[in-house]
T-cell receptor, first 110, second 114 residues
Framework: KAGVTQTPRYLIKTRGQQVTLSCSPI?????VSWYQQTPGQGLQFLFE???????NKGNFPGRFSGRQFSNSRSEMNVSTLELGDSALYLC?????????FGPGTRLTVL | GENVEQHPSTLSVQEGDSAVIKCTYS??????FPWYKQELGKRPQLIID?????GEKKDQRIAVTLNKTAKHFSLHITETQPEDSAVYFC?????????????FGQGTTLQVKP
């Protein structure tokens, strides 16, 4: 089976812009979780989608949002980008609990 | 709130020695505890996990132990090899019933010296 894929792999944006990241889960996996990884804060949970519904949410501001489509692909959106949003954004898909990560999208905000 | 503490932050061992990484979690409802290995520039890779109805699980040179009473769980790597060098993360699920939300420890950088 193909693994979790994320696009794009790298992004450079400026403050105030918005960005959309995409995640395609492993075939058959219905849960997609998103995490932000930074050197200072480590891996922090953003949200989880299951069957097109947000099932869990982390402690991030409303500028961070997501959605899931009927084919389980998920997108996350960050509006009004801030310098502190620079990070590696990872998604993970799971079937019965084990979460498998994608390669991540490296977002740089200038 | 939900929290996972991981120690040590760095660990250096000689090839062939054992390495132990310890984590403590705060949510007594947590019932799923995975461990991830992340090499530089790569995605976190699931290496082993344990569920709350099991006290210990082993997979070749890697083992994980869980003490639910004390809310501790640990990763044990025996006969370490240079390719074990990486950052290791522990995590705990939040709440029971589903494991879609994981809280991660801060990571342990393991260096195995040849």
């Amino acid at each position: 089976k193909a693994g979790v894929t994320q696009t794009p792999r790298y992004l450079i944006k400026t403050r105030g812009q918005q960005v959309t990241l995409s995640c395609s889960p492993i075939s058959g996996h219905r849960s997609v979780s998103w995490y932000q990884q930074t050197p200072g804060q480590g891996l922090q949970f953003l949200f989880e989608y299951f069957s097109e519904t947000q099932r869990n949410k982390g402690n991030f501001p409303g500028r961070f949002s997501g959605r899931q489509f009927s084919n389980s692909r998920s997108e996350m959106n960050v509006s009004t980008l801030e310098l502190g949003d620079s990070a590696l954004y990872l998604c993970a898909s799971s079937l019965v609990g084990d979460q498998f990560f994608g390669p991540g999208t490296r977002l740089t905000v200038l | 709130g939900e929290n996972v503490e991981q120690h040590p932050s760095t660990l250096s061992v000689q090839e062939g020695d054992s390495a132990v990484i310890k984590c403590t979690y705060s949510d007594s409802a947590s019932n799923y505890f995975p461990w991830y290995k992340q090499e530089l520039g790569k995605r976190p890779q699931l290496i082993i996990d344990i569920r709350s109805n099991v006290g210990e699980k082993k997979d070749q040179r890697i083992a994980v132990t869980l003490n639910k009473t004390a809310k501790h769980f640990s990763l044990h790597i025996t006969e370490t090899q240079p390719e074990d060098s990486a950052v290791y993360f522990c995590a705990a699920s939040v709440g029971s019933g589903n494991t879609g939300k994981l809280i991660f420890g801060q990571g342990t950088t393991l260096q195995v010296k040849p």
